[in-house]
C-alpha cells in the first residue's frame, strides 16, 4: 500500500522508534549504508556479496587487497571507463558493445564489461580476447554468456580481417553466415566446429552443397542435416563408381538409388527421414537449376514415384483405427473439468487457452497468437472470433464461436487486468518478463494440457467414439493438435457440408479438408450391408441387392447407384442417358441418396420454371417436369417405408446413410459437393 508524504510525517511524529543510523559503506562513493556495524569491514550489502564473491574466486585474499578494490571510485551503472586500455582493447570493446545493440540481444551487462575492463587494465593486456582467456575459468554462469558473445564477435571479425571467403574455403563457419534459428536453439554456437567440406571428396558434389547453402541460406539445423546428407552421398559414390563418382558425367538413376537406399539406412523411422528426404530434394533441384551442375546429367535426380522414405505407421490404418480424432466424451470431459486444474502460477491463462482450443478446432500456433482484441460481434450480434492463419500467411480470419468460449475468454480478460501483463497486446502474453512483449509458446500451451489430464477426476464407463461404439482410449497421447481433428469430425457427424467445412478449417483446398473425414472400412461395410435390401428402381419398387452383388455390378453416380454395365465399366462417367438417372431402368438408389435427390429436385423445379419463363418448347418443359414426377415417386415411397419402420431401425439406417454419404465424400471431394446458401451482406 503506498503512503503519501503527510502519512509518513504523520507516523513519524507518533511513533516511538527511531530510525537506524547511517554509517557510510567503506566503498568510495558508495550510496548506500553499511548494513552490519559490528564487522571491520563497514560494508553494504551489495559490496559484501560481490567481496564475498571475489573471495571465493581467490580474486581477494587479504583485508589490504580488498581495501584496495574498494578505493577504487563507484562508477554509475550506466557508466564505462576505457581510457585505461589501449587503443586496439577501446576499438574492441566499443566494437563489441555496438555488435550487441545491433543483434537485439537485450541489455547490456555492464558490471561483467566493467570487470572486463579492470582485469584487462590490470594485467596490461593485449586484447579482450587475451583477457578472456586467462580470466574464464573464474567468473560466472552471467559472466561466461558475456564472454562467449564477445569471443563469437571477436573471432568472426578477425576471419573476414584475414580474407576469409565461405565461397571458396573449405571450412565453413555457420555463424557467420547468419542462418536462421528456432527460439529454442538461439544461443551462440561459436564453439561449435565449421563444416569440413574436404569430406565430400567429389567437387561437383561440394559445389552444389555449397550452392545450396549460400543461396537458400536455410535453417541452422537444415544446414548441418544437409551436409551430412551430402558427405553420406559422397561416401555411396565413392564406394559405387569406378571413379569415386567424380565424373558426373557418368552419373545415372542407378546411383541415385543407392544414395537413397543409404539414407533410408541411416534414418530408418519416418519422422526423420520426411525432412532428410525433403532437403536431398531441395540440394538437388538447387544444383540442378544452377551452373555449377551444368555437367550433372538430368538423370542424376530425385524420381517421387521410386524414392520414398520409410513407410509411415499409420499410413495403413487398421478396420478399427479413429485417427485423430477424439472422442466425443473424452473432449466433454475436459472441457467440463478445466477448473480442476490445479493452482500455479499461469492457471487462469492456461484454462482459457485450452478452452479457445477445445471448442475452435485451431491450431496452437494460431491459439497462442491471439491478439488481446480478438472477439468481436457480427451483424446479429453473435460472438466471432479473429485469429491469424500463420501456415497460409491469411490474417484476420473469422470464426462463429459458442457462447461459452466468449464467456472463457472475457473472464480472462477481466482477470489479467491486474496483473503484470495487463497492457500486452496478446490475448495470452508470454508470462517470462524478458518475453513480455511475445505471446506464449507452444510449450506452455502443451504444458498446460498436460497438467489437465493428470488434474481430471478419471472418466467413468466406457469410453465411447463420435458414433457411441466403445473403444480402447487413454489421455496419455493426446496433442494439442488432435482438437482440430475432433472439430472437424464433430463438425461432419453433424452434417455439415465439405465446402462449409473448408471454410470453418480455413483450407484453400476441399482435397485437404477431407483428410480430416474418418470413417472405418468396417463401419462402412456394415453400412452398406444394412441399406443393400433397401434398393429401389426407377418406378419406387423395393427390388434390393444382396451385398456382394451391390459391390460387383453397381456403382455411385450423383443421385443413386447405377447397374448398366457399360457405365459401371468406366466408373460411372459413361451414363448413355447423361445422367437422367429418374428415366433410367438401371437406376438403383437407397436411403443414403436422399439429401442429394432432395437437392436435385430443388434445381429440377427451379429449371422448370425457368423455362417457363423463358417461353422453352414444350418438349424441354416436359423433361423437366417428367423427371420431377419420377423423382417425387422415390423420394416419397422411401419417406413411406422408412416411417412404417421401428424407431431402432429407423434409426440404425439413418446413422448407415449418414456413414455412406461421407465415404462417398472422401472418395470423391471434388465432384456434386452440396451447395450453401449463405446470408448475403
Known amino acids: 500500500m503506498s503512503k503519501t508524504q503527510a502519512d509518513v510525517r504523520d507516523w513519524l511524529n507518533f511513533t516511538t522508534s527511531t530510525p537506524k543510523a547511517f554509517v557510510p559503506c567503506v566503498a568510495a562513493g558508495c550510496p548506500i549504508s553499511a548494513d552490519n556495524p559490528r564487522v571491520d569491514l563497514l560494508l553494504c550489502w551489495n559490496h559484501r556479496y560481490q567481496l564475498a564473491a571475489r573471495r571465493s574466486r581467490g580474486e581477494i585474499l587479504d583485508e589490504q587487497s580488498a581495501l584496495r578494490w574498494l578505493s577504487d571510485h563507484v562508477d554509475p551503472p550506466f557508466m564505462l571507463r576505457i581510457g585505461r586500455l589501449n587503443p586496439r582493447m577501446q576499438t574492441e570493446v566499443k566494437y563489441v558493445i555496438q555488435a550487441h545493440l545491433d543483434l537485439a540481444r ?18 596490461k593486456s593485449v ?18 554468456s558475456v564472454y562467449r558473445f564477445i569471443r563469437e564477435v571477436l573471432v568472426r571479425e578477425e576471419r573476414r580481417y584475414k580474407g576469409y571467403d565461405p565461397h571458396h574455403e573449405n571450412l565453413i563457419y555457420l555463424n557467420d553466415l547468419n542462418l536462421r534459428t528456432t527460439a529454442s536453439v538461439r544461443r551462440e554456437m561459436f564453439e561449435k566446429p ?21 543461396t537458400i541460406l536455410p535453417r541452422r539445423g537444415d544446414a548441418l542435416t544437409g551436409y551430412r546428407i551430402s ?28 544414395i537413397i537406399n543409404a539414407m533410408n539406412r541411416q534414418w530408418p523411422n519416418y519422422g526423420g527421414a520426411k525432412g532428410v528426404f525433403r532437403l536431398w530434394r531441395h540440394i538437388l533441384e538447387t544444383g540442378h537449376r544452377s551452373s555449377v551442375w551444368d555437367h550433372v546429367p538430368r538423370a542424376f535426380s530425385y524420381n517421387p514415384r521410386l524414392h520414398k522414405p520409410p513407410t509411415h505407421s499409420r499410413t495403413y490404418r487398421g478396420d478399427n483405427d479413429q485417427g485423430r480424432a477424439l472422442p466425443v466424451a473424452a473432449v466433454a470431459h475436459l472441457r467440463n473439468n478445466l477448473q480442476d486444474l490445479a493452482p500455479y502460477p499461469n492457471r487462469d491463462m492456461a484454462i482459457a487457452m485450452l478452452a479457445v482450443l477445445i471448442d475452435t478446432g485451431r491450431r496452437p500456433n494460431e491459439v497462442v497468437s491471439l491478439h488481446r482484441g480478438c472477439l468481436q460481434r457480427d451483424r446479429h450480434g453473435d460472438w466471432i472470433l479473429v485469429y491469424d492463419n500463420h501456415k ?26 491486474n496483473g503484470p501483463v495487463a497492457e500486452s497486446q496478446w490475448l495470452f502474453p508470454s508470462p517470462m518478463p524478458a518475453r513480455s512483449d511475445k505471446f506464449a509458446s507452444y510449450g506452455l500451451l502443451y504444458g498446460a494440457l498436460r497438467r489437465l489430464i493428470h488434474d481430471v477426476p478419471t472418466m467413468e464407463g466406457p469410453i465411447k467414439d463420435l458414433h457411441g461404439v466403445p473403444v480402447d482410449f487413454g489421455f496419455g497421447g493426446i496433442r494439442p493438435h488432435d482438437f482440430r ?55 419406387g419398387d423395393k427390388i434390393g441387392l444382396s451385398p456382394g452383388r451391390r459391390g460387383l455390378a453397381s456403382i455411385a453416380v450423383p443421385y443413386g447407384g447405377c447397374t448398366e454395365p457399360s457405365n459401371v465399366k468406366a466408373g460411372g462417367n459413361a451414363c448413355p442417358i447423361r445422367f437422367q438417372c429418374s428415366g433410367c431402368t438401371f437406376y438403383r438408389p437407397d436411403p443414403s441418396y436422399l439429401p442429394d435427390i432432395e437437392r ?14 423463358l417461353n422453352a418448347p414444350p418438349y424441354a418443359i416436359a423433361n423437366f417436369d417428367g423427371q420431377v414426377e ?15 419402420l421401428p424407431e431402432p431401425d429407423r434409426q440404425a439406417i439413418t446413422e448407415a446413410a449418414t456413414i455412406l454419404r461421407t465415404s462417398r465424400l472422401i472418395a470423391r471431394p471434388g465432384q456434386h459437393l452440396p451447395l450453401t446458401v449463405k446470408d448475403r451482406p
Open 106 to 123: 537485450g541489455p547490456v551487462q555492464v558490471r561483467t564489461y566493467r570487470d572486463l575492463i579492470n582485469k584487462g587494465a590490470q594485467w
Open 127 to 144: 586484447s579482450l580476447l587475451a583477457t578472456i582467456e586467462k580470466a574464464v575459468g573464474s567468473v560466472n554462469k552471467n559472466s561466461r
Open 194 to 214: 565449421p563444416l569440413d567440406l574436404s569430406r565430400i571428396t567429389q567437387r561437383w558434389l561440394r559445389d552444389g552443397y555449397r550452392n545450396w547453402l549460400l
Open 231 to 258: 558427405v553420406l552421398a559422397s561416401e555411396v559414390l565413392g564406394g559405387q563408381c569406378s571413379d569415386q563418382g567424380h565424373d558426373p558425367r557418368l552419373l545415372g538413376p542407378s546411383h541415385m538409388s543407392a
Open 392 to 417: 497460409a500467411g491469411r490474417l484476420n480470419r473469422r470464426l462463429p464461436i459458442q457462447e461459452e468460449t466468449a464467456d472463457a475468454i472475457t473472464s480472462w480478460l477481466d482477470s489479467r487486468m
Open 485 to 539: 481433428h475432433s472439430y472437424a469430425q464433430r463438425h461432419v457427424d453433424n452434417g455439415t457440408a465439405p465446402d462449409e467445412l473448408r471454410d470453418l478449417l480455413d483450407h484453400e483446398d476441399v482435397r485437404t479438408t477431407m483428410g480430416y473425414y474418418q470413417v472405418n472400412d468396417s463401419r462402412k461395410r456394415a453400412a452398406a450391408n444394412l441399406l443393400a435390401p433397401l434398393t429401389y428402381d426407377r418406378n
Open 600 to 613: 436435385h429436385l430443388v434445381e429440377l423445379k427451379t429449371n422448370a420454371a425457368q423455362a417457363r419463363r
Open 630 to 644: 419420377d423423382f417425387k415417386q422415390i423420394v416419397d415411397r422411401m419417406r413411406t417405408d422408412l416411417a412404417l
